[in-house]
Nanobody, 128 residues
Framework: QVQLVESGGGLVQAGGSLRLSCSAS????????MGWFRQAPGKEREFVAA????????DYTHSVKGRFTISRDNAKNTVYLQMNSLKPEDTAVYHC?????????????????????WGQGTQVTVSS
């Protein structure tokens, strides 16, 4: 059974940084395409960042471009989200997601429905 476990969340002041990790276990297939989503209180879950299986292609939602960086280490079955210049509006529960079936190693996915597995999430709180 595939399990995704996020870590690295916490409380940080505006302008600070955090690095989230998502560790995958139970994989019986090649490294999946991965993504990060977030859900703020009272809001729907939204796409944050995505990375292809080979790590060569990435995408970000507009509000985090230039501040967040997604990366992966396939040897460790781990994906990361480096978050810099954090703002209070980044406060949310951050979830990682994995997609098993992919057409090409360079494809990434930005819609929730395209993902097969989800982690429980890690809370990120940015104070002003």
């Amino acid at each position: 059974q595939v399990q995704l476990v996020e870590s690295g969340g916490g409380l940080v002041q505006a302008g600070g940084s955090l690095r989230l990790s998502c560790s995958a276990s139970g994989l019986t297939f090649s490294s999946p395409a991965m993504g990060w989503f977030r859900q703020a209180p009272g809001k729907e879950r939204e796409f944050v960042a995505a990375i292809s299986r080979n790590g060569g292609s990435t995408d970000y939602t507009h509000s985090v471009k230039g501040r967040f960086t997604i990366s992966r280490d396939n040897a460790k079955n781990t994906v990361y989200l480096q978050m810099n210049s954090l703002k209070p509006e980044d406060t949310a529960v951050y979830h990682c997601a994995a997609r098993r079936f992919i057409v090409s190693g360079s494809n990434y996915y930005i819609r929730e429905v395209e993902y097969d597995y989800w982690g429980q999430g890690t809370q990120v709180t940015v104070s002003s």
